[in-house]
């Protein structure tokens, strides 16, 4: 006789029960290692008896092992004609058998009733199943699930159809999916439902349906700080910062009570549309709430600061964490790069491994960025040594980042030879390559870059182009330009800016102004790189009317020359001697910052020289 302990049952007429209905359970597993599985011999009654009595609760004591019986029964290979024919018939029978097989964690047994069944439609069950997936991170099977559930129109109630959108959020799934899943929400009565709503408004959200889910939020009945968290963390992560700052203002409004979660997405929000004051002020509530030890919180007010280049304020908070993980040192580490701080950089670097923390790749490569930055190889040698041993020189952006650093500390060399290591398919590493060799003016190398990007089937991008006719330009290799340039229209990248400006500038410099023109024409864009471009080129070629007059037709359409275009203009006064317009030209450089502009100097020293005025030009 089997017999079934459960923690706390001291009764002795209830350990009698427990006896006598695992007896029964015994009979009926007997039967089940008959060749024949003889229902006949075990009635649905006395089934449904054992079955009841087998706990599948966690807090089960000492069980002799529903789980070992579930594995044995399972293991005998029975045919499903039998089984349709047999006890699982009875709904209460096979919906008692799930309950056991998903407690026990036998997920096998549990699919195996559940396809014999084409009528079972106990909710409770369906959900066990759905919840054990979820706990196995079993995604693929939570989907074909959820799929049967919505097809076999089964009865959910509000705990099975929240379960099922969290199931949800871990897949990818369709817009009609979801819909599906909202539509058996409205029909059940749950449209207003707080436990249902908040799962289904996070859904929306992580698939892109911002709108949809702030229906949903307006037509709740009660919100809790679920909700106001979902909404404002989710508008921020959708590009809609202010949408979700200013529904932080409506909660506050409400008198709901914040939480470090929605300090923590409102602080976030504020980071990315650069409300950094206003984050300073969220900052003095936190201390007022007492939340300012929370991870979350101070990770989040680290990027903050770290982002108006306060290092001060972010350092201070880092020191006074209790705990820090690698998106505290990642944030400050990043902060110290974008200020040039190669060493406090590095020193954040060998104090995670102080704190057992395994450095990741957005650690590294923002290191090896500083290093390239600021053209410390040695460092970023060790680095890329670290990220050998670590395992990571195989993902992209360290790739990148190491290709960056050799090129910048002109080992162009040794990043051929990294480029070459990686086989990747990456277009912007072979960009980088190309910035490289052009930069060399080693239009060879450029032009073999290029030639096996194509052989390898590699689609170039917009800064693919610019990098091969910079190269072009630099060396006068005119006739690959216009190769290029052929390329260029065939692959659609004619209407892009980028591109074209870059055709302009080459045209331009070597006096191919009418091809130019014809080029700068077709912008729909008002780009100031192009205008600047063919300035400059009427003004290189002596034609300083075209010159002047595309420089005025430029300020007349509000667009703000630099100092390139400035320099031009005064060039093409100084060659009409066109002197008032000249000084003009001179008062605006003056008002635009650039009065100390070397090419702007020597160009006003050519007019006023020109125009005869010596003074003025010493």
Sequence with gaps: MILIRIRGSSSSLHRFRLNVSAHVFYKWRQSCQAPTFNFAAFSSTAASRALNIIPVEENVGSLYAPSSEIKKCNTLNIQ?????????????????????????????????????????????????????????????????????????????????????????????????????VHAKIIRYGFSTNQHVCNPLIDLYLKTELVDSAIQIFKNMGTRDSVTWVAMISGLSQSCREMEGILLYCEMRKLGVFPTPYIFSSVISACTKVNLYELGEQLHAQILKWGFSSELFVCNSLVSLYSRCRNLTFAELIFSEMQHRDRVTYNTLISGFAMQGSSEKSLELFEEMHTESLKPDSVTVACLLGTCASMGVLHKGVQLHSYAIKAGMCSDIIIEGSLLDLYVKCSEVKTAHKFFLATQTDNVVLWNVMLVAYGQMGDLQESVHIYSQMQNKGLQPNQYTYPSILRTCTSVGAIDLGEQVQTQVIKTGFQPNVYVCSVLIDMYAKHGKLETAQKIFRRLSEDDIVSWTAMIAGYAQHDMFHESLKL??????????????????????????????????????????????????????????????CILEAH
């Design 80 to 180: 499903r004609e039998n089984l349709k024919n047999g006890l699982r018939e009875d709904d209460g029978i096979s919906a008692r058998l799930v309950d056991i097989c998903a407690a026990a964690g036998e997920l096998d047994c549990a699919f195996q009733i559940l396809n014999d069944l084409s009528g079972f439609r106990y909710s409770g069950s369906w959900n066990k199943v759905i919840s054990l997936c979820i706990e196995k991170k079993l995604h693929g099977e939570v989907s074909s699930l959820i799929s049967r559930i919505l097809d076999k129109n089964v009865t959910l109630d509000d705990v099975a159809l929240a379960n099922i959108l969290r199931a949800c959020s871990g897949v990818k799934v369709g817009f009609h999916f979801v819909e599906q």
């Design 551 to 612: 420089f005025v037709e430029m300020q007349e359409r509000g667009i703000r020359s630099d100092n390139i275009g400035l320099a031009s203009a005064i060039s093409a006064c100084a060659g009409i001697q066109a002197f008032d317009q000249g000084r003009q030209i001179h008062s605006q450089s003056v008002v635009s910052g650039y009065s100390s502009d070397i090419s702007i100097g020597n160009a006003l020293v050519c007019l006023y020289a020109r125009c005869g």
